[in-house]
């Protein structure tokens, strides 16, 4: 199993309509085959930048990479991504046990 995390931090310019369409988006994620447990959460601590954060797991690296590699995501990256997000970090867990 692979956990997709997701944190990032949006553009400060962007209007709240503009960021609900980009939270909207997220959610959308989840109908492309194999996402499993999506989840679109809000930063609540002041002790790191990033607001928000996309969390995903996979059943295996070969469905994540269908999954990077789906139409749909690539949308995403190009219509919401690209334009809204300021900063990020993603990483990619496997269970140890």
């Known amino acids: 199993m692979i956990r997709h ?3 990032l931090r949006l553009k400060p310019a962007i209007s709240p ?3 609900a369409a980009f939270l909207d ?3 959308q994620l989840a109908r ?3 996402v499993r ?3 679109v959460l809000k930063q609540t601590s002041s002790k790191n930048p990033f607001a928000y ?3 995903m797991e996979f059943e295996s690296q070969e469905q994540y990479d269908f999954y990077s590699k789906h139409p749909d995501h690539q949308a995403f990256i190009q ?3 690209i334009p809204n997000v300021e900063d ?3 990483i990619d867990y496997l269970p140890l046990l």
């Open 5 to 7: 995390s997701v944190i």
């Open 17 to 19: 309509e503009t960021q």
């Open 25 to 27: 988006a997220s959610w």
């Open 32 to 34: 492309i085959p194999n």
């Open 37 to 39: 447990n999506l989840e």
């Open 53 to 55: 954060g996309i969390i």
């Open 79 to 81: 219509d919401h991504w």
């Open 88 to 90: 990020f970090l993603e």
